[in-house]
């Protein structure tokens, strides 16, 4: 069955509330479009999860740090609706700028710490877009579960940190990433790579892998990032954000792996900005 589209909040809340009358739980998956395998296996996890799926396509202009990457953004609804056609998710929640940020929309959610460091370091104001309007989506759906991909880890611990503070009744589960078959995780950005550039992306995932190794043989990652570096640096990498060892719990820097840790970089090709994390 085609899932059912839904424009305005009223109109999820009737939805919604239909499902809870009946003791049927909701999975929830936040997107911002341009679905691709990722997010489909985010949807394919709800549906083994949960009773119900809402699956949210927005394009959220608070996260955006930089107008142009608003603007360039790829918008390909029709074709997401296509793709999650097969999946039985009940509904795709579509709502436009005034359902989200009404006239005189004043309130921000901020989660302190695990913001200060990798994208958020690099995107001011970024996270706090990303909680807020995630925020409002707990709060919109009333989902028992809510589904976010590791790709994006920092999100995710900063999401998960939100739903708990908040005390907002969601449980927030982390999903594998999704690569191509050389490896490049998955992204909607990848649209906006040109051919070449789309085949020197792989090389971020090649020079984390040979990180990770070089980490599991015991060495220090300050000795192993400058080779990284220069490596990117050659294959035609243009600004590196960042190239960390973290905690993954509270994403403090380490130089070895001596608590359970993942290797995250944000680097530049083609004006594209790509990120990516592995467990160490
Ligand atoms: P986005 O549309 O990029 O905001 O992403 C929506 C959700 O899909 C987030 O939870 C992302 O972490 C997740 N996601 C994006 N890319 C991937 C991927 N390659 N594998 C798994 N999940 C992903």
Request: glycine fraction near 6%; aromatic fraction near 6%.
């Amino acid at each position: 069955m085609k899932p059912v589209i839904i424009r305005s909040l009223s109109e999820l809340r009737k939805l919604t509330a239909q499902w809870v009358r009946r003791d049927e739980s909701i999975g929830l998956v936040p997107t911002m479009g341009a679905l691709h395998a990722g997010h489909l296996s985010l949807a394919k996890a709800a549906r083994d999860a949960c009773d119900r799926v809402i699956v949210t396509i927005f394009v959220n202009p608070k996260q955006f740090n930089n107008p142009e990457d608003l603007e360039n953004y790829p918008r390909t609804e029709h074709d997401d609706a296509e793709k999650l056609a097969p999946l039985e998710v009940d509904a795709i929640y579509v709502p436009d700028g005034e359902q989200m940020y009404p006239k005189e929309f004043a309130t921000n959610v901020s989660v302190a710490g695990l913001t200060d460091v990798l994208c958020g370091a690099h995107r001011p104001g970024h996270f706090d877009g990303v909680a807020t309007i995630v925020a409002k989506l707990f709060l919109q759906s009333g989902a028992n579960q809510a589904f976010f991909g590791e790709k994006d880890f920092q999100q995710l611990q900063v999401v998960r940190r939100m739903a708990r503070d908040l005390d907002i009744p969601i449980s927030v589960v982390g999903c594998p990433t999704i690569r191509e078959d050389d490896g490049l995780a998955m992204s909607s950005r990848n649209l906006n790579l040109s051919d070449d550039a789309r085949k020197t992306a792989a090389t971020l995932q090649q020079v984390m892998q040979d990180v990770a190794a070089g980490l599991r043989t015991g060495k220090a990652m300050g000795k192993l990032r400058p080779t990284a570096l220069a490596r990117l640096k050659e294959a035609g990498f243009g600004d590196i954000d960042y190239l960390d060892l973290r905690a993954m719990d509270d994403l403090g820097e380490l130089d070895t792996p001596e608590r359970p840790a993942r290797l995250f970089a944000a680097a530049y090709l083609d004006d594209v900005r790509l990120i990516d994390n592995i467990a160490i």
